[in-house]
Structure formats: structure tokens, C-alpha cells
């Protein structure tokens, strides 16, 4: 029996190929035609497709009360699919593209994070905010580099100073996407003061970008012949050429394209879903510009972000959109999935001579937990308006995650670096053999510690806290808990009322006050059945019921002196 195959069917089908074909171009009866085409990108679309359709079947249990977030998942997802599990999907087979790969994947999710922090952080809060925002930049970032140095010289004795000095850049910046995913859950929300949730988004979006001076004085130090032409060459490059031109090119890029869209809309050039766009195209086109010009690109889309929403019109025009937290999502579960899947747990233990160990890497992750920035932030909270009280305090100082940003800097400095040969021929070598897996761990124990946080104190507060369980009590949406208008009174447009004030929203028959100025940090939400709608007094914070809805508005907008 034969089978004849049109050669229209076959054409450009190299999926097909090679058959055994008989003459006049008819197949054999006993040749099977491989259909099946396996690729590192087919699997890598199954994988990311696969998570993304299970998370978001179960997310609203997963993350509204459970509280655990796409990154911790994301990231047991990724180890399950990686060499360590059932080794469908391996980053590190690529060979020499591995690295570029593992870079550019980095850049493109911190671009778009940040791009998006700086958009949604309040107008002007960067100005309003500077000096707190300095003290927990600065001081923070380089005391803590400085003891994870340290840490890093007395473990492992067999990597110099300027070798721990560069890896210890890796682990000193917050990582912004484990932060948002954090301080924006409903937990974070009713619980975390919202100046607390500000300066962490802002704080973690800003050294995230300084990063860059703390791995090229080190990288200067171990590569230029001398200390004096290293400095020399930080000062010029890594810090007037990288970071100040970097950040002035992100904020000239903002206000240049904020201005361009007024003008767009005035003249009726420009549609709402355009608006929107701006949270990838800008970006994208920032990180390219700057990295072009070789500037720190990450601190430049988080400037441009900024300038771009500095007058309040992009957010009022993007205004319940929700597509930027969509890409958020699909960009964070990738990422961290194959993060998952890159991490070189075989490094871990000392195959190679490198004299890495566990011991030694768990105990240079308990010390990084404990000392690199809770010490400082304890030392320094008094200057900083923001954090009230030493509870808030060790809560920011514990706050710290290393994710994507380590792995980001880790990677870039091992592009840097030599390829390095087994055993290592010189100090730079053993530095760039060393770097990954060194950081790798402890983003590792990061993501775990961190991201588990939330679910620790919820289930602490549930053990501690007992719980009066109103009946019949209508429920409220997701939304109720992020929003900044209640009851008609309008405490400006991008940010709440100091914290301490208390806050009322009317939602379908229920009254709900919000309270997260308490001194510890924790807030306290409670909700009642309530008849008419609500309003607040402006000036004395009391609840004041009306008949409608208007007149509830009316009452709202005016101070009242009595009751």
C-alpha cells in the first residue's frame, strides 16, 4: 500500500524532513512522518503558559489569603521544571548565551518594575521626600556593602578583598519587583502605614540603580594597575558618565514625553490605550538609549517614569487601568520561573575546589539577613521623617529582598569579568567562578524569607489576635482596601491623609475604617452594616451619616465644627 503526500503539504516544512520517499516522489507505507518538534522555546512557552493559567485559577486564594505571591511560586515552579527536577527547562545549557540571555531577561523585568514604581509613586514625592529618601539610600547601601564584605573576607578566605567587594555590590541592592509584589498584597495594604509602603518602593526602585558605583570600584580595583587611575576612572565614569548622566537622560526622556502627550491630547492625537502603552514602549525605550550610550539604564527608566507622571496627568489619564499590573504579572511570573530554573544548586557544594559549602553559605545568609541592613536602619531612622518609631524601623531594616537586581548585577559583572578556567588561574578567575553560585544562595534564602514573611505575620497575628465574626456581613471587594477617596472627602490625588487619621469608605451597606497609623506598624480594619451612605469631617475625622448619597458628598466636602 502506498500514500501519496502533495508536495504543497510539504513545502517549507522542515519539521517533516528528512523522509523516505520512493519514486515519483510517493512515500513508503512504513515511514511515519516526525510531527513532534521539541524546542528550548517550546518549552519554555508550555512552562510559562502552563503556570500562569494554574496561578491565576487559584490566585485569589493563593494571594488574598494565603498571602503568597507569584515569586515565591514562580520560583518553586521553575526549580521543579529545571535541571534539578524534571529538566525540561535548563537557562545554563545554552553555553556561552547563557549569560547574555540571563542579562537581558533581568534588564528587561527591573526596566519595566522600575518604569512602573516611578509612574505610580505620588507626584513630587521624590522632591517632598528627598532627605529621607538620601539617608535610606546612601548610608544604608554602604554600610551594608561594607559588612557583607566583611562577611564575605572572613568565610572564605580564599577570595581577596576586592573580590568580596564586588560580590558583596551584587547582594547590596533591594530588589524593587520582590518589593512591589509585596507592600502592594491585600495584606501590605490593610496593614503596612502607607508611608512605610512609599519609601520601600521608592527606596528599592532607587538603589537598585546604584548598584552600578559599588560593582565598578570594585571591578576597577582588581583590573587598573593602580588605586589612584581606579578611583579616578569611578569618579568619571562610574559616577558622573554612568549615574548623573544616566539619571538626566531618564528624567529629560519623562518630561520631554509627558510634554509630547499633552500636546497629543490637546489636539485629540492620542487615545487612551496609547497612554497606557507608555508603560512599555518608554521604558523600552529608555533602556535602550541608555544602554547604547553605555549609562546606568535602570536608574534612567526609573527617572523617566517619574518625570513622566511629575504633574499628575499620565496617572489621571491611566486612571483604573489595569493593564499595567497584567504585564506585571506575566513579566514577574517568567522571570522568576526561570530564575528557578537557572539556579546552580550543584555549585553549592564544593565540587570544584572553589571551597564553597553550604555552611559556609547559610551562614553568610543568616549574616546578610541579620546585619546588612537592619543595623544600619536602626542607626540612621531618626533622620528619616518617614519611619516612625524603632518597630517601624526594624520592620524596614528586615524588609530588604535580593532578587532580581542581584541576579541582574551578578550577571553583568560576570560578563566583565575573564571566562574563568577549573581550577582558576588568578584572583579574577576565582572571583567569576565564585560570583553566581555565592549570590545565587542567597537570593535564594531571599525569596523564601521574604516572600514567606507575610504569611508569617498573618498567621502569627491570627494566633495572637482573637477575631469577633460579625454575621451576615455583606462582602466588600479587593479594591476597597487600595483606594484613596472615601465618602466624598478627597485627600489629594496621589497620596492618602498623614498616617494616624482614619480613613472610611462606604461600599454597599457596609462602612469600612481603615486605621494603619497604630504605633507598631499594624493596622486595623473592622466593617459594619450601615443603612445610609457616609461621609467624614475634613476637619475633626469623625463619621457623619446623611440621607444620600449627594448630600453624604456635600457634607464631606465641608468643615463642620459640631455633630
Known amino acids: 500500500m502506498q500514500m501519496r503526500i502533495p508536495f504543497s503539504l510539504l513545502q517549507g516544512r522542515a519539521i517533516y524532513q528528512p523522509f523516505a520517499q520512493g519514486h515519483n516522489g510517493v512515500l513508503n507505507s512504513n515511514t511515519m512522518p516526525e510531527l513532534l518538534e521539541v524546542t528550548t522555546p517550546s518549552l519554555a512557552y508550555i512552562c510559562l503558559g502552563g503556570f500562569a493559567v494554574l496561578f491565576s485559577m487559584v490566585s485569589l486564594l493563593v494571594k488574598e489569603r494565603l498571602f503568597i505571591n507569584e515569586v515565591v511560586l514562580g520560583t518553586a515552579f521553575g526549580i521543579l521544571v529545571g535541571p534539578y527536577g524534571i529538566d525540561v527547562f535548563d537557562p545554563r545549557s545554552w553555553g556561552h548565551q547563557s549569560n547574555p540571555v540571563t542579562l537581558e531577561v533581568m534588564r528587561i523585568v527591573l526596566a519595566i518594575g522600575l518604569f512602573a514604581i516611578g509612574v505610580e509613586i505620588p507626584r513630587s514625592y ?72 512609599l519609601i520601600l518602593s521608592a527606596e528599592s526602585a532607587a538603589n537598585d540603580g546604584l548598584a552600578y558605583p559599588f560593582l565598578s570600584i570594585a571591578i576597577y580595583l582588581m583590573v587598573d594597575p593602580t588605586p589612584k587611575e581606579a578611583v579616578l576612572h569611578w569618579v568619571l565614569i562610574g559616577w558622573l558618565y554612568e549615574v548623573i548622566c544616566g539619571t538626566i537622560l531618564g528624567a529629560v526622556m519623562g518630561i520631554a514625553f509627558a510634554y509630547l502627550m499633552r500636546f497629543s491630547h490637546r489636539r485629540g492625537f492620542i487615545d487612551r490605550e496609547s497612554y497606557v502603552a507608555q508603560y512599555l514602549s518608554l521604558a523600552f525605550l529608555t533602556i535602550g538609549i541608555a544602554s547604547t550610550l553605555g549609562l546606568d539604564d535602570l536608574l534612567a527608566a526609573f527617572a523617566a517614569g517619574n518625570a513622566l507622571s511629575w504633574d499628575g496627568q499620565f496617572n489621571e489619564r491611566t486612571e483604573g487601568d489595569v493593564f499595567s499590573s497584567v504585564i506585571d504579572l506575566v513579566f514577574n511570573c517568567a522571570c522568576f520561573i526561570y530564575i528557578g530554573a537557572w539556579l546552580p544548586f550543584k555549585s553549592f557544594v564544593d565540587f570544584d575546589g572553589l571551597g ?17 541592613r537592619i543595623p544600619s536602619v536602626l542607626l540612621l531612622y531618626r533622620w528619616i521623617d518617614e519611619i516612625e518609631g524603632w518597630k517601624q524601623a526594624l520592620f524596614t531594616g528586615h524588609f530588604g529582598p535580593m532578587g532580581v537586581g542581584a541576579i541582574f548585577v551578578s550577571t553583568l559583572a560576570a560578563t566583565r569579568l575573564p571566562e574563568p578556567h577549573y581550577p582558576p588561574e588568578n584572583q579574577l578567575e576565582l572571583v ?65 491623609r498623614d498616617a494616624g487619621s482614619e480613613r472610611v469608605s462606604y461600599h454597599e451597606g457596609v462602612l469600612i475604617d481603615i486605621d494603619d497609623g497604630l504605633e507598631d506598624g499594624m493596622g486595623v480594619v473592622s466593617a459594619r452594616p450601615t443603612a445610609r451612605p457616609v461621609s467624614l469631617c475634613h476637619r475633626c475625622s469623625q463619621v457623619v451619616e446623611s440621607i444620600d448619597t449627594a448630600q453624604a458628598e456635600e457634607v464631606g466636602g465641608q468643615d463642620r465644627s459640631a455633630h
Not at 153 to 159: A, E, G, T
Not at 356 to 371: I, K, N, P, T
Not at 437 to 465: A, D, M, Q, T
Open 432 to 496: 567569576a567562578s565564585v560570583l553566581q553560585p555565592i549570590v545565587s544562595f542567597v537570593v535564594l534564602g531571599s525569596i523564601i524569607i521574604h516572600g514567606l514573611s507575610i504569611p508569617f505575620f498573618n498567621l502569627s497575628r491570627n494566633i495572637s489576635v482573637s477575631t469577633t465574626v460579625i454575621p451576615n456581613l455583606p462582602h466588600f471587594p479587593e479594591w476597597a482596601w487600595q483606594i484613596h477617596r472615601f465618602g466624598g472627602v478627597r485627600h489629594g490625588a496621589d497620596e492618602d
Open 126 to 197: 521624590m522632591r517632598d521626600h528627598a532627605k529621607g529618601l538620601l539617608v535610606m539610600v546612601v548610608p544604608t547601601m554602604a554600610i551594608g556593602w561594607l559588612v557583607v564584605s566583611g562577611l564575605l573576607y572572613v568565610l572564605f578566605p580564599q577570595i581577596e578583598l576586592y573580590g568580596c567587594l564586588a560580590i558583596a555590590a551584587c547582594l547590596t541592592p533591594t530588589d524593587p519587583i520582590i518589593s512591589a509584589a509585596i507592600v502592594g498584597g491585600k495584606f501590605a495594604v490593610k496593614h503596612v502605614p502607607l508611608n512605610l509602603r
Open 356 to 372: 564553597l559549602d553550604v555552611w559556609r553559605l547559610g551562614l553568610l545568609f543568616l549574616g546578610v539577613l541579620m546585619m546588612r
